[in-house]
Structures are given as structure tokens and as C-alpha cells.
């Protein structure tokens, strides 16, 4: 059963920083795709950043330069540092994880609920002016 834990977030004021973790069990990482959403009040679910298994990142255009998707194999998790923080970037944060790597070969914005079998419970981050 893969179970995915997100952890890191907070309150910081904007310009400031913060390190968001998602930790896996019972799954690995051969052949996958990982993923970073958030979702703001009264807004769509949208894709921030998302890592294949070997490396390759990519980044929301309303984040690029800012936040940076990482991941750690070993430990089993994948970070989002998140940079220059925006009272927009304010939202829930969620990971999620595919087995296939057909996800990180989509584009962001056409990636939804629906593209992937595993999520977090989500982290809240909120950035105040």
C-alpha cells in the first residue's frame, strides 16, 4: 500500500522560505513520476513541479526560478523548496505519486486529480504580506 506524508508546511511572511517534504512507503521510485499541487481557496488544483526518476524537472511558470522540486532516493522523498515566497503561493500543498512516468511527460497545466493514483494529505502554506 503507498502511503505518501507531506510535512514543512507553515506561516512566513512573503520573500521568505520554506522546505515542504513528502515522505513514501511502500513504493518505489524505478520508472516513476513524483509531483508537487497546490490548491487555494476557491481556485482549480494546479500542478507546481514535477520529477521523473531520473532527474528531470519541471516547474509552473508562477513558480519557475523560485521553487525547486528535489528528490532523495534513498530516503524515499521528495522536496519542494520553495523560495522568494508570494502571498499568492498561499494554498494547500499536496505531493503525489505515479508508477508510470507518463505524468512528467504531460504539461503541467493538463495534469489534474485524475493523473495520478497517490496523494498526500496535503500541507498548508500560508504567506502573509
Known amino acids: 500500500q503507498v502511503q505518501l506524508a507531506e510535512s514543512g508546511g507553515g506561516s512566513v511572511q512573503a520573500g521568505g522560505s520554506l522546505r515542504l517534504s513528502c515522505a513514501a512507503s511502500?513504493?518505489?521510485?524505478?520508472?516513476?513520476?513524483m509531483a508537487w499541487f497546490r490548491r487555494a481557496p476557491g481556485k482549480e488544483r494546479e500542478g507546481v513541479a514535477t520529477?521523473?526518476?531520473?532527474?528531470?524537472?519541471r516547474y509552473a511558470d508562477s513558480v519557475k526560478g523560485r521553487f525547486t522540486i528535489s528528490l532523495d532516493n534513498a530516503k524515499k522523498t521528495t522536496y519542494l523548496q520553495m523560495n522568494s515566497l508570494k502571498p499568492e503561493d498561499t494554498a494547500m500543498y499536496y505531493c503525489?505519486?505515479?508508477?508510470?512516468?507518463?505524468?512528467?511527460?504531460?504539461?503541467?497545466?493538463?495534469?489534474?486529480?485524475?493523473?495520478?493514483?497517490?496523494w498526500g494529505q496535503g500541507t498548508q502554506v500560508t504567506v502573509s504580506s
Open positions: 503525489a505519486a505515479h508508477t508510470l512516468i507518463w505524468p512528467c511527460m504531460t504539461p503541467l497545466q493538463a495534469l489534474g486529480a485524475n493523473s495520478f493514483g497517490r
Open positions: 511502500g513504493y518505489t521510485y524505478s520508472s516513476s513520476c
Open positions: 520529477i521523473d526518476s531520473a532527474g528531470t524537472k
